[in-house]
């Protein structure tokens, strides 16, 4: 698994597309014959950016949950709802459908923000106020996420 780094402010079209900076490119490279699954974020207002490896794995583990129970049969369609594979063109552009771009309110200013095996696309004011929320209690955040483990029981 790859985890990617870094925070990257773009600028989006008015056909959707983003230019991935050079850096962000990079380390795309070797996912680039592969393509990429975008779809909707579960908890946030942004878009999630798969590599193909990566989503495959997910779909792995969606696709052990039993279909004769309902809870899971709307998880998957929730989950899966507007999901597309997409391409990065060798300009490094990638461009976001229509639907996701309304679902993401994204506008021209947009952020590209790692988060760790997917990256995550979103209108910069949108990104700034979820940061801006998670500065106060973050400490707290931190302590009950990380605070119970040890350096051992991470894998």
């Not at 975008?38 to 949950?65: G, H, Q, T």
């Not at 129970?69 to 998880?75: G, L, M, S, T």
Request: glycine fraction near 6%; proline fraction near 2%; aromatic fraction near 8%.
């Amino acid at each position: 698994m790859q985890h990617f780094i870094g925070t990257y402010e773009c600028k989006a079209d008015e056909k959707g597309r983003i230019m991935l900076p050079v850096s962000l490119k990079k380390q795309l490279s070797d996912k680039l014959k592969n393509g990429f699954v975008i779809k909707r974020a579960v908890f946030n207002s942004c878009l999630e950016l798969y590599p193909i490896k990566e989503w495959d794995e997910l779909m792995l583990r969606i696709n052990k949950l039993n279909r004769f129970n309902k809870k899971n049969i709307d998880f998957i369609r929730r989950f899966t709802a507007g999901v597309r594979q997409i391409d990065i063109d060798i300009s490094g552009r990638i461009l976001i459908p229509k639907d996701l771009i309304n679902h993401a309110k994204i506008s021209k200013d947009i952020v590209v923000s790692s988060a760790v095996n997917i990256l995550e696309i979103w209108d910069k004011g949108l990104y700034e106020e979820a940061i801006d929320d998670a500065k106060g209690d973050f400490g707290n955040l931190a302590e009950d996420v990380m605070g119970d483990k040890t350096y051992d029981d991470v894998s």
